[in-house]
């Protein structure tokens, strides 16, 4: 007889809850996080505005690039310092395996392109105060062989328990994505007219490009933490809606064993200034923004007085005679 699947629509729909708790949760967060990308982008006084700092609606709004060159700069700093793995052994034993991975790290680095991740994820740590890698095993890789995926993830897309320091102490962590629903039906033919979900949608940046959404469903990826046996266990659900595409408890090879043997959730932040109460941190924008905001302030103040300084206060007759204007 077929066992009934552990993790089925009920289970999701409650999960879906807990996913709207956190992302209430964050809001504040990701506010910040759009601010500083428009800060990023020279868009500033449309944040200023937005907060009564713009001034008059007809002065002038100069946006100079001083935060852009500190960024810069820092960005350039970080990849000067570019990581490079160090394997040692923690006792004697070990030796013989940390030479292996000293040449095995590398390897799956450079096949991962890591330099560019890198280099992704420090411009997302000096903007947003936070990078986010994630490191999963990825069955499609080498030819269906599978391989280590070390990617760059958008930090708006992550949802994890509000007040926590360590990602690893949240009981659920969530990882959000938009996919094409045709694609996905292609993929699951079973769950074809079913694959509805835009019911969950992640705070998106202010692109300059119109982004569609037309055709597209939130496929939600939650970890979560169970006892088996005694042992902590990483478990993993894949869904869309209330529809169930994976779950590691519905799989009877993972469903005591868990995702990973590690038993972690696959993602780790790298905050730059670290806060109390959050895994992510304060980056540079965060710092230097009210400097930024009070160069651009002098430069109008500049501009204006200019202006008026340049605007002529006597007019010369055709006569050649010169009369004060009144």
């Known amino acids: 007889t077929l066992q009934k699947p552990k993790i089925g629509a009920e289970e999701v729909r409650r999960a879906a809850q807990i996913l709207k708790k956190y992302k209430q949760g964050k809001a504040h967060l990701e506010s910040r996080i759009i601010d500083n990308e428009q800060f990023w982008k020279m868009r500033h006084w449309q944040q200023m505005e937005k907060n009564g700092q713009g001034g008059n609606p007809g002065d002038p709004q100069p946006a100079s690039a001083w935060l852009v060159n500190c960024l810069l700069s820092k960005h350039a700093d970080a990849m000067e310092s570019y990581p490079e793995p160090n394997i040692l052994p923690r006792e004697e034993g070990d030796r013989q395996e940390a030479r292996m991975l000293s040449?095995?790290?590398?390897?799956?680095?450079?096949?991962?392109?890591?330099?560019?991740?890198?280099?992704?994820?420090?411009?997302?740590?000096?903007?947003?105060g936070t990078g986010v890698y994630k490191t999963v095993w990825d069955p499609g890789k080498l030819n269906g062989l599978g391989d280590i995926a070390i990617t760059r993830v958008n930090l708006l897309n992550l949802y994890w328990e509000?007040?926590?320091?360590?990602?690893?102490?949240?009981?659920?962590?969530?990882?959000?994505?938009?996919?094409?629903?045709?694609?996905?039906?292609?993929?699951?033919p079973e769950l074809e007219d079913t694959l509805k979900g835009q019911n969950?949608?992640?705070?998106?940046?202010?692109?300059?490009?119109?982004?569609?959404?037309?055709g597209k469903v939130t496929v939600v990826e939650c970890y979560y933490h169970k006892l088996v046996a005694g042992k902590?266990?990483?478990?993993?659900?894949?869904?869309?809606g209330d529809q169930v595409l994976y779950a590691t408890e519905n799989d009877p090879e993972l469903r005591e064993r868990g995702l990973y043997d590690h038993g972690m959730y696959p993602y780790v932040f790298d905050a730059l200034y670290p806060?109390?109460?959050?895994?992510?941190?304060?980056?540079f924008i965060d710092l230097c923004q009210n400097s930024q905001t009070q160069i651009d302030m002098m430069q109008t103040a500049f501009v204006k007085n200019?202006?008026?300084g340049a605007t002529p206060r006597y007019f010369q007759r055709m006569d050649g005679a010169i009369n004060e204007e009144e």
Request: aromatic share 14%; glycine share 4%.
């Open 162 to 188: 509000p007040g926590l320091e360590d990602i690893q102490r949240s009981r659920y962590f969530f990882h959000t994505e938009l996919a094409d629903r045709d694609l996905l039906q292609e993929q699951y």
């Open 200 to 214: 969950i949608l992640s705070t998106r940046f202010l692109y300059d490009d119109t982004v569609s959404t037309d």
């Open 275 to 283: 806060i109390e109460g959050s895994p992510c941190g304060y980056g």
């Open 306 to 308: 200019t202006m008026l």
């Open 232 to 240: 902590k266990t990483l478990q993993y659900v894949r869904y869309v």
């Open 103 to 128: 040449a095995i790290v590398p390897c799956v680095l450079e096949q991962n392109e890591f330099e560019r991740t890198y280099s992704d994820a420090m411009w997302q740590k000096c903007k947003t």
